[in-house]
């Protein structure tokens, strides 16, 4: 396999190396040289291109890691020097803004990513081949998405040891401002509201245990990145603002009127809610392929792999099996469980395919 990096930082590095520890041949290019060398150097790169277009060159995935607002301008400039039968990605924390400012000429060419991984600290220096193992990667194919682009990008990314996910745009959108982008507003709004609390008091700000540490731990992060996300998914962030503020609104009046069971209560369902919120990822049982008769026409993959994830199916690999005419063919994927396997089959038979679910 050869790819090519865009943006050479903890993200692009970390893709590097995990490519290329898999035997891929990595080619990158960033803005500043410098970095780019030092990719090199760290060995995140086997060739550090002076262009983007000396660095898509030949290859067969396009990773665009560069900030969000820089994105539109380099997946467009990745789409026009790359060649035909080459897919071309970005790691961006939004996607509607973005896939509405490309053409549709290229479009089934480009499949939006977002792998949930990170790290404390920024820059190539930090990067590691095993950042994405295990972590969540979602992916936004359109109805314009290419299913064999989608089955090449899917593949590489759970060969870098990620669990691929494919999601719609806005519902991508929404759920990051949930659970990614409105934390990062709560711990700015709690560090203002201590500090202000301080200076209204004419007092040092008293010593802070581990909780007030863990919830503001991500106050202020990098400005410039978090200003780009801000300003590209405003209304679903605000939305969360407000749907928050209600919710804290209520529990201000239980507090106030609220006896101590009605407050353990309350506690005791935000520990299961938790709990049921960090296991919904984990797979339970043996694999079960399920085989998709299909035609060959764009969206189809991307129409499958949409509505199981709409559904909450976590697909753990899928396949394309073209016919020799390249006119219809089969698509598998496999689940965990048998239970998960026939529900599945039903959302599959409920978009009108045919589908043969095997052990």
């Known amino acids: 396999m050869r790819i090519a990096v865009l943006g050479v930082g903890l993200i692009g590095g970390s893709i590097g190396l995990a490519a290329r520890r898999l035997d891929a041949e990595v080619a990158g290019f960033d803005s500043d040289q410098q970095t780019a060398a030092r990719g090199l150097e760290l060995g ?11 660095a898509v060159d030949g290859a067969e995935i396009v990773f665009c890691a560069a900030p969000i607002g820089a994105l539109p301008a380099l997946v ?10 080459a897919v071309v990605t970005d790691v961006g924390s939004t996607k509607e803004a973005l896939l509405a400012g490309l053409s549709d000429e290229p479009a089934e060419r480009f499949i939006g990513g977002h792998p949930l991984a990170g790290a404390e600290t920024a820059g190539v220096e930090n990067a590691r081949a095993d950042l994405f193992e295990g972590a969540r990667w979602y992916l936004t194919p359109t109805e314009r998405s290419s299913g064999l682009l989608y089955d090449r ?22 759920l990051m401002a949930t659970v990614s982008h409105l ?14 609390a301080a200076d209204e008091e004419s007092e040092r700000l008293p010593e802070v245990g581990p909780s007030f540490r863990d919830t ?10 978090w200003g780009d996300i801000f300003a590209t998914n405003r209304d679903a962030v605000a939305r969360e603002v407000d749907a928050l503020s209600e919710r804290l609104r209520e529990a201000a009046e239980l507090i106030r009127s609220g006896g101590p069971d009605d407050v353990a209560a309350w506690h005791r369902a935000a520990l299961q809610d938790r ?52 006119r219809t063919g089969a698509v598998t994927f496999w689940v965990a469980g048998d239970s998960e396997a026939e529900r599945a089959a039903g959302i599959v038979r409920e978009l009108g395919y045919s589908v043969s679910v095997f052990e």
């Open 44 to 54: 995140a790169l086997d060739r550090a291109a002076p262009s983007v277009s000396e």
């Open 76 to 85: 467009t400039e990745a789409l026009a020097a790359s060649a035909d039968d």
């Open 153 to 174: 990008l899917q593949r590489a990314i759970a060969d870098l040891g990620a669990r691929p996910r494919a999601i719609d745009a806005e519902t991508h959108d929404r």
């Open 183 to 196: 934390p990062h507003v709560i711990a700015n709004v709690l560090v203002r509201e201590a500090a202000t």
């Open 216 to 225: 503001t731990r991500i106050a202020g992060a990098n400005p410039a990145i």
């Open 275 to 326: 709990r049921r919120l960090l296991e919904a990822d984990l797979a339970g049982g043996e694999l079960r392929e399920l085989r998709v008769a299909v035609e060959n026409r764009p969206g189809t993959v991307a129409e499958l792999a949409l509505a199981l994830g709409r559904a909450g199916v976590n697909i753990e690999d899928m396949t394309l099996y073209p016919a020799p005419d390249m």
